[in-house]
């Protein structure tokens, strides 16, 4: 299979689109960029992250990408793992970045829905993640909360060099009635 063979929309600047091999070295910049709020990662990590998720999705040439995993991985983060004790069956967002150069253009929101519909289309019925509270990440604190997240927990984590908020978003699955 080639990286042509899992394009399952056009890259265009405002589609979600697969994170295909030969692009995961722009990937794994962006996400060290902002390492203090996602954790750093080398290579070999990202691309084991990237096999495992539910949803590995980016924006263009990688203005923006998101990594999300479902209750059935195997996924040592200790966020990752709170949620898992905490809920059933859950999609967490383990990771969302926006380049600078491509912010206030709606690409985590972008993100964001597409990832709801398809956690909506195979019966999930919440959005999970946490959000740094130390250090701060007011940013992404307000983004949350203009979505309608709500705070489900707290921890201190890696020997108490972070705290951090757990969130929840509640969605309606696809057939579901009210």
Not at 47 to 76: K, N, P, T, W
Not at 84 to 96: A, G, I, L, N, T
Request: hydrophobic share 45%.
């Amino acid at each position: 299979m080639t990286d042509k063979d899992l394009e399952v929309w056009p890259a265009s600047d405002d589609t979600p689109s697969i994170i295909p091999l030969s692009i995961q070295a722009r990937v794994l910049a962006l996400n060290n960029t902002y390492a203090t709020e996602l954790s750093w990662l080398d290579p070999g990590r990202l691309s084991v992250l990237i096999g495992q998720a539910f949803y590995a999705r980016r924006i263009g040439d990688v203005a923006a990408f998101l990594l999300a995993f479902d209750e059935s991985a195997e996924y040592d983060s200790p966020n990752y793992l709170w949620f898992r004790r905490c809920y059933p069956r859950f999609v967490y967002v383990d990771r969302v970045a926006v380049a600078q150069a491509a912010r206030g253009r709606g690409h985590a929101r972008r993100l964001y829905a597409d990832l709801i519909a398809r956690a909506a289309a195979v019966g999930h019925d919440v959005i999970v993640c946490e959000v740094n509270s130390d250090p701060p990440n007011p940013a992404s604190d307000a983004f949350h909360a203009a979505l309608g997240f709500t705070e489900v927990g707290t921890a201190s984590i890696h020997g108490g060099s972070k705290t951090v908020r757990y969130l929840a978003l509640p969605i309606k699955p696809m057939g579901k009635q009210e």
